[in-house]
């Protein structure tokens, strides 16, 4: 069942949340009001909270990962999704007869979680894209989701790219594009302008997503690979160990070697 997120939450997953009862999301920069059944989709690079406005608020949550999707047939990454794209509006509005057939795939995943059927993960997955494909048929009728613009594709433009770097295959692969200034020049705008685009688009910062982005990669070349913590520094951009292990601890509050 559904649970209220803390402001702000964000973890590792795409959650799908169905909902019915009188909400009000805040979905990086946007206000939205949810006043009627409806099904949000939520990127794991987009920071969001709910507010509930009355006590009738109810419905369902599904969260996964990109890697668990791709186990199956789809290869593309949820992040060129229509519904999990950046800057891509992420309510859609439903009827009850469009809710109902949304519960009811839910109701199927709880009921399976509770089998010991040994492929009940593959029939999960499914039911995961049978949501997904459900929603993007509604989508033409509903077309509840305002046009991209300027600052959306941008912001797009800007994921794609820094995603595109990782994952990390080798020491010898040096990550190329680490600042905010390195993406304005292979986008060729200003980085002022790249700058806004992103932070109105997402709620933060060029320089935020980059820095957590390269946490992200680093604790897993820790944890994953036997290189030194020296190379894996050199591969995500710097130059001198002690420079990589002060970055690392300003962000995580730890050193590198202890992630180990």
Partial sequence: MLGLPPLYRRRDFYKITLMTGDVKLQYADQGILVDRPAVLFSNPLIPYSFEALSENVKGFACLFTDAFLKNGDRSASLQDSPLFRIGAFPVTFLSDIQYNTLSDLYNRMIAEM??????KFELIRNYVNLVIHETMKMEPVNDTRPHHNASSRIAMLFMELLEKQFPIGAPSQVLQLKTAG????????????????????????????????????????????????????????????????NFFKKQTGVTPRSVR
Avoid: Q
């Fill in 182 to 245: 390195d993406f304005a020049g292979s986008l060729a705008i200003h980085v002022n302008h790249l700058n806004r685009a992103v932070r109105e688009v997402t709620g933060k910062s060029t320089s935020i997503h980059i820095t957590e982005r390269i946490i992200t990669e680093a604790r897993s070349l820790l944890k994953n690979t036997d290189w030194s913590v020296a190379e894996i520094g050199y591969s995500l951009g710097f130059d001198y160990p002690a420079y990589f292990n």
């Fill in 114 to 119: 509770e089998t010991t059927y040994v492929y």
